[in-house]
C-alpha cells in the first residue's frame, strides 16, 4: 500500500513512520522546505523518545521519504492522510481549518485513480463531509472515498501509542474504504487491537469527546486538589484513592498546573463552540475551559506567594518549560504563563529544560537558559519545578540548596514528598497536598 501523508509535524511524521513500520510505502509531505530538508538530511525536527530511530529505519528500508512535491505523492498513493494542524481560530475558538482546505485542494488536483482521503487532523464534525464536497467541486472526475480515523497518540510515548493502541477509531461509509483502511492497519489485527468502525461523524466526534473527557478528568481533580488545601488532605492520596476503582482509572489524576499542549486546550475550545452553535451546549466543557484558563493564570501566585509574598528583585529556577515531559513542545504550555507572570513581578527567571529550550527561548524573552537544574538553581532564591522530566525526579536536595541564595521549592507536579524536602531544608509547596506550611501559598 502506498501513503500520501501531508503535513509531517508530531502526528504526520510519527504516523507516516509508524505506517512504514507496519509495511506500507509512505511519502510525507510538508509545505515547510526547511522541515523536508532537515528530514532529508536525516535529522528529526522534533523531540520524540525513539522517533529517530525509526525514521531512520524506514528511510534505510526505502519505505519512508520526504518530499515537498504533494501532487507526486498524492498521484502514487492509495491512501492520503490529512495530518496538517488545526489550530484555534483567533478570536472565536473554533478550529481553523484553512490547512485543512488548503490541503485538500492540493489533493483534489492530483489525485489518479481511486484513492481514500482520510482525516487524520482533529477535525470538527462535519469536515470529512465538507472536504468530500470540496474535492468533488475541484476535481469532479476524482475517484475517491472519504474517511476519518482520528489520532489518539500522546507527545512523549507517541511511537508505542501507535503501535499498540487501546483502538483505531475509523469513520467511514465505504467498504472499499474501509477495506483500504483495514489492510493498512492489519498489523494491529495481531495485537487484537479493536477497530471502532463507525460513521464520519461519529469518528469526528469521538476525537473531541475523548480528549474532552480527559480534560475535565484532569480540571476535576484540580479542584479537588485546591479544595484539599482548604480541608487538609492529600490529594495523591485521594487520587489514588478514586483511581484504584476499575470504573474509574488511575490516569489523568494527577494535580498540577492545568492542562495545556497542543490538543486539549483547543479541542476543548473547539467542542464548546460546535455545541453551543449545534444548539446543544456542552456546559461542563465549557466550565473545563474557564477554570483551566485561570488555574494557569494563577499559578505564578503561587510561586510569588511561597517567596513570602514578593519576588521583586529575586531569582527563580524553572525547571521545566515544555508543556509535558518527552517532548519540546511548547504549545498552551503552562510556562508560558507563569514564567512571564514572574518577570512582570520584579524577579529574574532561569531556566533549564533537557529538550525545549530551543522552542522556548523566542517564547520566553529575558529568561536565562541553563545547562540543568544545579546550573538553573545558582544564586535562585526559590525553584519552581513545572514540568516532570524524569532528570527532575531524583535532584540532590543538598547540592540543589547549596546552590541556591534561598531555600523555598515549589512543586507543581508532586514529584517531591515534604518530608524529604524539609529534611533538606527547603520551605516546600505542592499542589494539593494538605495544609500549607509556613504561609498561604
Ligand atoms: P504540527 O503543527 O506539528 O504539524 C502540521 C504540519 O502540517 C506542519 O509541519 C505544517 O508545515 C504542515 N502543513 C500545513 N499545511 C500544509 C499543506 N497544505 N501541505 C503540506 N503540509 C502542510 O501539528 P500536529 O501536532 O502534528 O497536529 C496535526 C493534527 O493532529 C491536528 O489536527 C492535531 O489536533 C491532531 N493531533 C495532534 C496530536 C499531538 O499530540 N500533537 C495528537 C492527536 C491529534
Redesign the pocket.
Known amino acids: 500500500m502506498h501513503i500520501a501523508m ?8 510519527v504516523s507516516g513512520a509508524c505506517f512504514a513500520e507496519f509495511g506500507s510505502t509512505v511519502t510525507c ?4 522546505h526547511d ?1 523536508i530538508e532537515q528530514l532529508r538530511r536525516g535529522e528529526v525536527p ?1 523531540y520524540e523518545p525513539g522517533l529517530q530511530e525509526l525514521v531512520e529505519h524506514g528511510v534505510r528500508s526505502g519505505r519512508l521519504r520526504f518530499t ?1 512535491d ?1 501532487a507526486s505523492a498524492v498521484a502514487q498513493a492509495d491512501a492520503v492522510f490529512l ?5 484555534s481560530r483567533r478570536g472565536d475558538g473554533h ?1 481553523d481549518l484553512q ?1 485543512v482546505d ?2 485538500a485542494g ?1 489533493v483534489a488536483k492530483a489525485l489518479t485513480g481511486y484513492t481514500v482521503i482520510v482525516t ?4 470538527p464534525v462535519g469536515t470529512g463531509r465538507r472536504v468530500a464536497n470540496l474535492v468533488r467541486a475541484t476535481n469532479p472526475l476524482a475517484h475517491f472515498d472519504m474517511a476519518s480515523n ?6 512523549g510515548s ?1 511511537i508505542g501509542d501507535f503501535m499498540r493502541p487501546d483502538r483505531v477509531v475509523i469513520g467511514c461509509e465505504s467498504e472499499r474504504a474501509r477495506e483500504v483502511l483495514r489492510e493498512l492497519y492489519r498489523p494491529l489485527y495481531l495485537l487484537e487491537t479493536p477497530i471502532v468502525m463507525t460513521s464520519l461523524e461519529t469518528a469526528e466526534l469521538t ?1 473531541y469527546a475523548a480528549n474532552a473527557f480527559l480534560a475535565t478528568k484532569i480540571t476535576f481533580i484540580n479542584e479537588i486538589a485546591d479544595l484539599c488545601e482548604q480541608l487538609g488532605a492529600d490529594v495523591s492520596d485521594v487520587a489514588r484513592g478514586m483511581g484504584l476503582d476499575g470504573r474509574i482509572g488511575k490516569k489523568f489524576l494527577h494535580a498540577g498546573p492545568g492542562y495545556g ?3 486539549f486546550p ?2 476543548t475550545l473547539a467542542l464548546a463552540r460546535t455545541a453551543h452553535d449545534a444548539g446543544s451546549p456542552v456546559r461542563i466543557v465549557e466550565t473545563v475551559v474557564a477554570i483551566n484558563a485561570e488555574r494557569k493564570a494563577r499559578m505564578a501566585d503561587r510561586i510569588i506567594a511561597a517567596c513570602g509574598g514578593s519576588v521583586q528583585g529575586k531569582t527563580v529556577a524553572v525547571l521545566g518549560v515544555s508543556f509535558k515531559p518527552n517532548t519540546d ?1 511548547m ?1 498552551e504550555s503552562p510556562s508560558l504563563n507563569i514564567v512571564p507572570a514572574l518577570q512582570h513581578a520584579g524577579a529574574q527567571v532561569r531556566a533549564y529544560d533537557p529538550a525545549a529550550m530551543h522552542e522556548a527561548a523566542p517564547l520566553l524573552p529575558g529568561v536565562t537558559w541553563c545547562t540543568d537544574a544545579y546550573h538553573a538553581a545558582q544564586g535562585a532564591h526559590a525553584v519552581a519545578l513545572l514540568t516532570e522530566w524524569n532528570e527532575f525526579r531524583g535532584l540532590d536536595l543538598e547540592q540543589l540548596g547549596g546552590a541556591m541564595a534561598g531555600r523555598v521549592f515549589v512543586d507543581l507536579r508532586n514529584v517531591y514528598r515534604a518530608e524529604a524536602m524539609a529534611a533538606a531544608g527547603f520551605r516546600y509547596r505542592s499542589i494539593g497536598r494538605g495544609p500549607l506550611r509556613g504561609g498561604t501559598a
Open positions: 501531508i503535513g509531517t509535524g508530531y502526528v504526520g511524521l509531505v510538508d509545505s515547510n522541515k522534533i515537498t504533494l495530518a496538517v494542524g488545526t489550530p478550529a490547512y488548503a490541503a492540493e487524520k487532523s482533529t477535525v482520528p489520532e489518539f497518540l500522546r507527545e507517541a476525537k499542549g497542543s490538543c483547543k479541542d513542545d504549545r
